[in-house]
Nanobody, 128 residues
């Protein structure tokens, strides 16, 4: 069984930065896809960024140029560096993992990858 633990959320002013971390515990398959999602009250869940074991990376258009996803394989940890934050980035952010799979289509990873493991979420609040 795999457990995902997120950290790093908080409250910042518009234009500020935060870095989210997602640590994976348990058996980690060599082929994987790790994604960050967010969901605000009353809104649909949105795939924010993803990275896989092949090194492929994809971002939602809404965060391109502002967010950076990275990974530290030695620590089984994925990061989401969020810069130039906007009030519309306010949401609960979730880390998710899928194993024995990688992204086949970068543009539609959030719909195509079957993420079987989810973290508990971390709140990000951006004030104007």
């Amino acid at each position: 069984r795999v457990q995902l633990v997120e950290s790093g959320g908080g409250s910042v002013q518009s234009g500020g930065s935060l870095r989210l971390s997602c640590a994976a515990f348990g058996y980690i398959h060599s082929s994987y896809c790790m994604g960050w999602f967010r969901q605000a009250p009353g809104k649909e869940r949105e795939g924010v960024a993803a990275i896989d074991s092949d090194g492929s990376i994809s971002y939602a258009d809404s965060v391109k140029g502002r967010f950076t996803i990275s990974q530290d394989n030695a620590k089984n940890t994925v990061y989401l560096q969020m810069n130039s934050l906007k009030p519309e980035d306010t949401s609960m952010y979730y880390c998710a993992a899928a194993f024995t799979t990688t992204m086949t289509t970068l543009a539609t990873w959030a719909l195509e990858v079957d993420f079987g493991y989810w973290g508990q979420g971390t709140q990000v609040t951006v004030s104007s």
